[in-house]
């Protein structure tokens, strides 16, 4: 267990050196929250929309913004491309301690980095500027969900990765699936819209992919809008896509060994 | 001058046949971008009529607003993509090569950009503000005044965004690094502009109105053209705001340059 802090610490601290050029970074991100705020209040107009009343919705695109610094803003593919293109991997591989825990721990690491100077900095903002629903955070029960509902999304976001990383010994060249990925967390994850004011159908395949893990299913904790199934459906993703990951490190693995050095 | 735009055109056709040579790459990218700005406006369209319009505005005028600032900032991302990644230039020490050219600065860095992947935004842009104009009846009214009218708003916000990234390349000469400040400086004012402005608090405004004048690009000229309140002399004001954005990046640009040193080793 010790050596996994240590690795998660290490990215932490990696992290550190671009403090100030992620604070500026920030400011765009709340940038973005505000513009999006300032849509939605525009077109709601104090009106509900679907279930969310005028200062739900704005509630859900601030909560939105800080929540996908601690499950979707990570490293691209955790850096294993570039690892497989360089043959970095075959080392990595060969060290003492599993690739895939080892790869988690370090992605663990930018989470808790994130959540202290990325999120945090964005919560501030949008508390200062009374778009933040601090209200709901004042219940233990909710605190207490929502902090599971992270925990599964950012591991959810950490395994996706790791997935498209992965892909790389097969294609080389991990782009595309970065922009899929990239793009359904915008659709299919509820950034731009919430699932739940999609049409019926749309909706209920959304709840059963994991991509709702990512963005929709914590924010809808926060805000109490959560449904069962996607409580359902977000612990079974982590564990389906931990078994594809381990099933493909061992698959990746021997494929290292016919490639050779 | 003469040789500039000789050197312009060799340096950019050079950059377009190494870009082709990977050609699913550039299909695939065209393909990529005209699904993902048509989702996002799928999505504002949804919200606008669910709601009957934002702001004042229906749905078609802000489909127009949507397709002509996406024009105005194709054009950066088009003609001006070296800019937009300026950081390789400084922190590889690249810049040092760009110097040692018969040419200018601005000009080498401005042939190198001519991105034709990013094309897909124009052509759609085009299409967009062609289908809002269709179903907002304009075309009837004065085909030829419509499309100059639109010609220039385009000039003007194009020349504005052209002006914002080449003084965002420029902070690189102080900061070095510039990718953390592109959210500020590029994504969030180009999401921004494709919304009507009035929509946002007056501190943000402001900056769209001032110190980033993308307002210039795409509202002021859309509010002209739609008849929204203001007169055709505000398209000769944004004309005005997009040249002298355009010519205060370049003297920006040129104090840079001067400052540059080398981080070569």
Redesign the interface.
Known sequence: MGTFFVLGRASFRKNMV?FW??M??N???A??G??YI????????G?D?GSFSSQALVAYIAVTQTVLWATTFLPRDLGISTAVRTGQIAIDFGRPVGYLPRTIAAAMGDVAYNILFRSVPLVLAFLVARVYPWRNFLSPATDATFVVALALGAMTGILLQYLIGMSAFWTFDT??AR?LYF?LT??AGGQ??PIQLMPLALRQTLTWLPFQNLVSFPVSVALHHAYVASWISALVWVLMLTGVAIALTHKAMRRVEIQGG | MGDWIGVYKSVASATLRARLAYRWNFVLDLVFQIIMLIAELLVVVLIASAVHGIAGWSVYQIVFLFGLSSLSSGLYRVFASEFHGFDKYLVNGEFDSVLTRPAPALVVVSARSVDYEQAGMLVQGLAIVGYAAWRLHLWQIDGPILLAQILSGWISGGAIWLGIVIAFATLGFWTTRIDDLAPVVLYGPETAANYPLSIYPRAIQAIFYGILPVAFGGYIPARVILHKGLSPIWLLVSFGVGAATLAGAVGFWQIGVRRYTSTGS
Do not use: D, T
């Open positions: 671009y050029a992620h500026a970074n400011v765009g991100s940038l973005f505000f513009i300032a849509l939605w209040r525009a077109a709601s107009h009106h929309v782009r595309w922009r793009a915008m659709f731009l819209l």
